[in-house]
Structures are given as C-alpha cells and as structure tokens.
C-alpha cells in the first residue's frame, strides 16, 4: 500500500510562517514529481508548487517569493515552508506525487488526505 502523509497545519495569524511535511511510504520504485495543491471552500483545487526529481522547482504566481518547495529523495518526502502567510491562503493543502510501484507499472498519481491551513487576519 502506497500512502502519502501530511504533518504541519494549523492555525497562524497573517504574516506568519507554517512548514508542511508529507511523506511518501510503501512500496515504491521511483517518484517522478512532488507537489503541493489547496483547496479552499468553494474553490477547485489548485497547484500551489511542485518539484521533479532533479530539483526543479515551479509555483503558482500567488505563492511565488512567499513559499519554498524542498524534498529528500532518500527519504521520499517534500517539505513545503510557507511565510508572509496571508488569509486568502487558508485552504486545505495536499501532497501529491507521480510514482511507481514496481519497474514496469507506469507513473500514477497519489494524493495525501490534506491538512488544514486558516491564516487569521
């Protein structure tokens, strides 16, 4: 059973700083791309930043200079600092991940259960 988990929401006031943890367990061959979504109430699920393998990082406009995506391929995690959080960040956040089971199975996506973010004004 391949499984992704997020650690790190919470409740902060704007301005302030949170750090998401997920990590990826089970058995797994390769991951591909790593990322971060959120959904807020009443809104689709949208990108918030992802990273491939080889450190490539991308971020929608509304996080760029705000957030930081890292993550350890030794230890299959991604880590997402958050800073100069704002009110209009509060959504649910997801991890999500491109991977592979076995050699021959084929990349597909994964999805954590999401952690809660509010950012108080």
């Known amino acids: 059973q391949v499984q992704l988990v997020e650690s790190g929401g919470g409740l902060v006031q704007a301005g302030g700083s949170l750090r998401l943890s997920c990590a990826a367990s089970?058995?797994?061959?390769?991951?591909?791309?790593m990322g971060w979504y959120r959904q807020a109430p009443g809104k689709q699920r949208e990108m918030v930043a992802d990273i491939t393998s080889g450190g490539r990082t991308n971020y929608a406009d509304s996080v760029k200079g705000r957030f930081t995506i890292s993550r350890d391929n030794a230890k299959n995690t991604v880590d997402l600092q958050m800073n100069s959080l704002k009110p209009e960040d509060t959504a649910v956040y997801y991890c999500?991940?491109?991977?592979?089971?076995?050699?021959?199975?084929?990349?597909?996506?994964?999805w954590g259960q999401g952690t809660q973010v509010i950012v108080s004004s």
């Open positions: 089970g058995r797994i061959f390769s991951i591909n791309v």
């Open positions: 999500n991940a491109d991977m592979a089971r076995t050699w021959n199975s084929g990349m597909w996506p994964y």
